[in-house]
């Protein structure tokens, strides 16, 4: 069986947009689907609904604000002074417990509902911030769990599951979307598109393999001249 169809879980900043051109690369039928859980910047879920409706890919929003309630973070919770390390005894308040367990699961039931079997997300573990439901050892279990909860045959896709940040960077451009996704897409903690507000955990680590990957580039242009 020739599976065309996929659902993007789509939060509008780098790594999620990149895989929703990825997925457009690699399937006829793409789809993506946001989720309102209580982040304090819910106008990324604005920013990924205005790229695919550019893009003409069908956008859902799916409401969950219980997660916000759950656990307490840095996320969801403008009273918590966000960490800019990750402590020495555990995880950064930026974890959101069981985010991508949701998320996934959520989106599986969704797009189960759609006969779509193949989801991507932008989880990986290179540039590992110690999230542990980005690992890929979480999503291969959530994969086989997915399977026996519906008696389904899932395939989660995780095309950044092995690239550095400036390897995502790389993507983008072959893509054709690079500047798309530098100038359009939220990463940033404190709400800032594109750029960001530069001094973020996030904002550092997209700097750095943005500053990375371009030298790079660069360097091969400079290679190409001669
Ligand atoms: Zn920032």
Redesign the pocket.
């Known amino acids: 069986m020739l599976r065309q169809s996929a659902l993007v879980v789509l939060s509008g900043g780098q790594d999620s947009t990149t895989c929703l051109f990825w997925a457009k690369r690699h399937f006829k039928y793409v789809s993506a689907l946001s989720f309102r859980y209580g982040q304090l910047h819910e106008n990324e879920v604005e920013i990924a609904r205005e790229i695919c409706n550019e893009h003409h890919i069908p956008f859902s929003v799916i409401d969950i604000p219980f997660i916000s309630g759950l656990a307490s973070n840095s996320l969801t919770d403008s009273s918590v002074a966000m960490d800019s390390t990750k402590p020495a005894d555990g995880l950064p308040n930026t974890f959101v417990p069981g985010r991508n367990l949701f998320f996934l699961s959520i989106a599986a039931v969704f797009a189960r509902e759609h006969g779509i079997f193949d989801l991507v997300t932008g989880v990986g573990q290179t540039d590992f911030s110690g999230y542990p439901d980005c690992r890929d050892s979480f999503i291969r279990s959530l994969n086989v769990s997915l399977n026996l909860a519906m008696d389904e045959q899932f395939q989660i896709h995780t095309p950044l599951m092995w690239l550095t940040k400036a390897e995502v960077w790389e993507l983008a451009d072959e893509l054709g979307v690079f500047d798309l996704v530098r100038e359009r897409t939220l990463t ?3 709400g ?1 598109v594109g750029d ?5 955990p ?2 550092k680590l997209r700097r750095e393999g943005l500053e990375q990957y371009l030298q790079k580039r660069n360097s091969k242009q400079r290679d190409e001249q001669f």
């Open positions: 940033c903690y404190r800032i960001g507000c530069g001094d973020c996030a904002c």
